[in-house]
């Protein structure tokens, strides 16, 4: 029996902040925020706007809140369902999703893991084609769980058709049988699954946002198929609604700490728990970034000494009750604290209190919306990659290839470098590899990569993003496309333009039809890539695309080199 009194008063004292130099700012802000809290107990739009068009788009995304209690009452159907899918000898669940819908079930597999005896969970949302690949199980016991809140996106759709077709290649005619679907009511997926007799269907409710639905079917399905306690998520979920005190005094400190130019919201992880770190990232950065404004979220940083850090940043350590001595040192924040950082920590109870760490940053990023004056709900440049990928397609399908700008340099390796027109205008002539000089004071790095699951190429990734930080003291971001437009992208376009992007794409080494399609997945990722390019252009940022010939180590490598030395004299080695 779920002791609700007990986890209240756990989560109560699960919060500390150690404010150092945003103390006075964190003074001046807390009515705001607590106005804010009690705004958005009552479902009053007001809170983050004053124009009635938008209140009523807010009012239609506040459904976040209620679906925790949606979860409580659906909970024979998941155990049942779940039970059936086990019964029925499936022993792998391929999740076809994109940004929100998909990013939470995989912080619960990544923190909880798969029960014994359950379906092992894999999670596509690439459409690079050795992804893809890495993503093929025994068709004959493989459900295809296909989540899309719109029902329209593009990547989940591709890879239904493609999967559609493996089964159908395998020799299964009843191929929607291994199919179950969930979106919101009405939606072209919706009325598709019934259409073609989908094993199941969920119907999420249309007023929670993708980036809010963790604690909704979209995240407690998956959480069902592996077996996972969905009781206990549900439970510590409402258990943070009922007390959200600590989540209020989080989102002060994120929204105090961005208004007073620490916006660089880093995240201190032990290794079990990074995977949070990505739905976080996602939630926040397309939650605030947007009209030039918002909170730069930082994930997957290892912890440095004091010295590699600008005085742009807010630490938020998030820690399990019992570390062991490795999970303490990698999230010792004593160093940071002494040298006058701000510092939050939390404390989370028990692995099932994941749920009330889904709920507490959900709570923190609407209040800290209010308190920079933003909707949290909306995601105005979303659609703007979209939208340029969409025309780059419609071109290739006229012309057989998709137009690209001319590169500003051409490597001998066959690597082109193509930059921005902010970048070229702030470079005066130099050469594309001089991107990173300029990096100014509270200015970020995003590194965008449009490779596939190649541990190599990650690396040289890692390496390069740890350098950058190391040499500039800048804040760095990394996010794999096309996954980020869904998420960070908003951050990207829509908020502070204090970035410098360097977006990496490779052609593949060998490609896969999209059935059904003119073009490819390998041509649906680099029109991805070029659309993304372009958007960044259009918004003024300084950015370069790196285009590889093959997915090749060596050839970043050479890239990363070039960057590094240019202007500093630095050189990396391996």
């Given at each position: 029996m779920?002791?609700?009194a007990?986890?209240?008063?756990?989560?109560?004292?699960s919060?500390?902040?150690?404010?150092?130099?945003i103390?006075d700012?964190i003074?001046a802000?807390?009515?705001?925020a607590?106005?804010?809290?009690?705004?958005?107990?009552?479902?009053d739009?007001s809170?983050?706007?004053t124009?009635a068009?938008?209140q009523k788009k807010?009012?239609?995304?506040?459904?976040?809140i209620d679906?925790?209690?949606l979860?409580?009452?659906s909970f024979?159907?998941l155990?049942?369902f779940a039970?059936?899918?086990?019964?029925?000898g499936?022993?792998?669940?391929?999740?076809l999703?994109m940004?929100?819908?998909?990013l939470a079930?995989e912080?619960?597999?990544?923190?909880?893991?798969?029960?014994?005896?359950?379906?092992?969970?894999?999670?596509?949302?690439?459409?690079d084609?050795d992804?893809?690949?890495?993503a093929?199980?025994?068709?004959e016991r493989t459900?295809?769980?296909?989540?899309?809140?719109?029902?329209t996106?593009i990547?989940?759709?591709?890879?239904?058709?493609?999967?559609?077709?493996?089964?159908?290649?395998?020799?299964i005619?009843?191929w929607a049988?291994?199919?179950?679907?969930i979106?919101d009511?009405?939606?072209?997926?919706a009325?598709?699954?019934?259409?073609?007799?989908f094993?199941d269907?969920f119907?999420?409710?249309?007023?929670?946002?993708?980036r809010?639905?963790a604690?909704s079917?979209?995240?407690?399905?998956?959480?069902?198929?592996?077996?996972q306690?969905?009781?206990?998520?549900?439970d510590?979920a409402r258990?943070?609604?009922?007390?959200?005190h600590?989540?209020?005094?989080?989102?002060?400190?994120m929204?105090?700490?961005?208004?007073?130019?620490r916006?660089?919201l880093t995240?201190v992880?032990?290794?079990?728990?990074?995977?949070?770190?990505?739905?976080?990232?996602q939630?926040?950065?397309?939650?605030?970034g947007?009209?030039?404004?918002?909170?730069?979220?930082?994930a997957?940083?290892?912890?440095a000494?004091?010295a590699?850090?600008?005085?742009?940043?807010?630490f938020?350590?998030?820690?399990?009750?019992?570390?062991?001595?490795t999970?303490?040192?990698?999230?010792?924040?004593?160093?940071?604290?002494?040298?006058q950082f701000?510092?939050?920590?939390?404390?989370?109870?028990?692995?099932?209190?994941?749920?009330?760490?889904?709920?507490r940053?959900?709570?923190?990023?609407a209040?800290?919306?209010?308190l920079l004056?933003i909707n949290p709900?909306d995601?105005?440049?979303v659609q703007?990659?979209?939208?340029?990928?969409?025309?780059?397609l419609t071109?290739?399908q006229?012309?057989?290839?998709?137009p690209?700008p001319?590169p500003d340099r051409r490597l001998?390796?066959g690597?082109?470098l193509?930059?921005?027109?902010a970048?070229?205008q702030?470079?005066?002539?130099?050469?594309?590899?001089a991107?990173?000089?300029?990096?100014g004071?509270?200015?970020?790095a995003a590194?965008?990569?449009?490779?596939?699951?190649d541990?190599g190429l990650a690396?040289e990734?890692r390496s390069?993003?740890?350098?950058?930080?190391?040499?500039t003291?800048?804040?760095?971001?990394f996010?794999?496309g096309?996954r980020?437009l869904?998420s960070?992208?908003?951050?990207?376009?829509g908020?502070?333009?204090t970035?410098?992007f360097?977006?990496i794409s490779?052609?593949?080494?060998?490609?896969l039809?999209?059935?059904?399609?003119?073009?490819?997945f390998?041509?649906?990722?680099f029109?991805?890539?070029?659309?993304?390019f372009?958007?960044?252009?259009?918004?003024?940022?300084?950015a370069?695309?790196?285009r590889l010939?093959s997915p090749?180590?060596?050839?970043?490598h050479?890239?990363?080199?070039?960057?590094?030395s240019?202007?500093?004299g630095?050189?990396?080695?391996?």
């Amino acid at each position: 029996m779920f002791d609700v009194a007990a986890a209240r008063a756990r989560l109560e004292q699960s919060f500390h902040l150690t404010p150092g130099p945003i103390a006075d700012a964190i003074a001046a802000r807390a009515p705001e925020a607590a106005y804010a809290a009690m705004g958005l107990w009552k479902r009053d739009p007001s809170v983050w706007s004053t124009d009635a068009e938008v209140q009523k788009k807010i009012l239609t995304r506040l459904g976040w809140i209620d679906s925790p209690q949606l979860m409580a009452d659906s909970f024979d159907r998941l155990m049942k369902f779940a039970a059936s899918i086990k019964s029925a000898g499936f022993t792998d669940v391929v999740l076809l999703g994109m940004g929100g819908s998909s990013l939470a079930p995989e912080v619960l597999r990544g923190i909880l893991g798969i029960a014994p005896g359950w379906p092992r969970l894999h999670m596509l949302d690439s459409t690079d084609p050795d992804a893809i690949r890495a993503a093929t199980t025994t068709p004959e016991r493989t459900l295809y769980l296909l989540s899309s809140k719109s029902g329209t996106t593009i990547e989940p759709n591709s890879l239904a058709a493609y999967f559609r077709g493996t089964l159908e290649a395998a020799g299964i005619k009843k191929w929607a049988d291994h199919f179950v679907a969930i979106t919101d009511e009405g939606t072209e997926l919706a009325v598709r699954a019934k259409a073609d007799g989908f094993r199941d269907l969920f119907i999420n409710p249309s007023d929670i946002g993708g980036r809010y639905s963790a604690m909704s079917f979209f995240g407690m399905v998956p959480a069902a198929l592996m077996g996972q306690d969905v009781a206990g998520l549900v439970d510590w979920a409402r258990a943070m609604l009922a007390s959200p005190h600590s989540a209020v005094d989080l989102g002060l400190a994120m929204g105090a700490a961005a208004a007073v130019g620490r916006d660089k919201l880093t995240l201190v992880l032990p290794k079990a728990l990074e995977p949070f770190g990505l739905w976080v990232e996602q939630l926040i950065a397309e939650s605030t970034g947007k009209h030039g404004n918002g909170i730069v979220p930082i994930a997957g940083e290892p912890l440095a000494p004091p010295a590699a850090y600008g005085r742009d940043r807010l630490f938020v350590r998030v820690r399990p009750r019992d570390l062991d001595v490795t999970a303490a040192r990698e999230t010792d924040t004593r160093e940071v604290e002494g040298a006058q950082f701000p510092v939050a920590d939390i404390q989370s109870p028990e692995p099932s209190a994941l749920g009330a760490e889904f709920v507490r940053w959900e709570i923190a990023t609407a209040i800290a919306g209010a308190l920079l004056h933003i909707n949290p709900f909306d995601e105005p440049n979303v659609q703007q990659a979209k939208d340029a990928t969409k025309k780059l397609l419609t071109a290739y399908q006229s012309q057989g290839q998709l137009p690209a700008p001319v590169p500003d340099r051409r490597l001998e390796n066959g690597v082109s470098l193509t930059l921005s027109t902010a970048a070229r205008q702030a470079l005066h002539g130099r050469e594309p590899d001089a991107l990173l000089t300029l990096i100014g004071e509270k200015d970020y790095a995003a590194l965008l990569a449009y490779v596939g699951p190649d541990a190599g190429l990650a690396d040289e990734l890692r390496s390069l993003r740890l350098a950058i930080r190391d040499r500039t003291r800048a804040a760095t971001m990394f996010g794999y496309g096309p996954r980020y437009l869904h998420s960070t992208g908003q951050l990207h376009k829509g908020g502070p333009n204090t970035g410098v992007f360097v977006l990496i794409s490779a052609a593949p080494a060998a490609d896969l039809k999209i059935p059904g399609e003119p073009f490819s997945f390998g041509t649906l990722e680099f029109a991805q890539a070029l659309g993304d390019f372009a958007s960044l252009d259009a918004t003024g940022r300084r950015a370069l695309h790196v285009r590889l010939p093959s997915p090749d180590r060596r050839l970043l490598h050479d890239v990363a080199d070039r960057l590094l030395s240019v202007g500093s004299g630095v050189s990396r080695t391996v």
